[in-house]
């Protein structure tokens, strides 16, 4: 997954919103909020690594572009 949420970065899909449209289009409202924290430990994960930076808008990637 932590590929697809680097990808859909990549696209312009900055924020944790864009990201679970991208990656889950069809997934049920019940199952959301779950999708949510998985994506937001993911963008986590790669903030500690220096290869994403949380912004006032959502998120970005360091170093790309």
Do not use: D, F
């Amino acid at each position: 997954r932590e590929k697809q949420v680097y990808s859909c970065m990549e696209e312009s899909n900055h924020t944790i919103k864009a990201i679970l449209g991208k990656i889950y289009p069809e997934l049920s409202k019940k199952l959301r909020p779950l999708a949510r924290k998985q994506i937001a430990a993911h963008l986590l994960k790669l903030q500690k690594e220096c290869r994403a930076k949380k912004t006032a808008h959502g998120w970005r990637l360091v170093g790309v572009g």
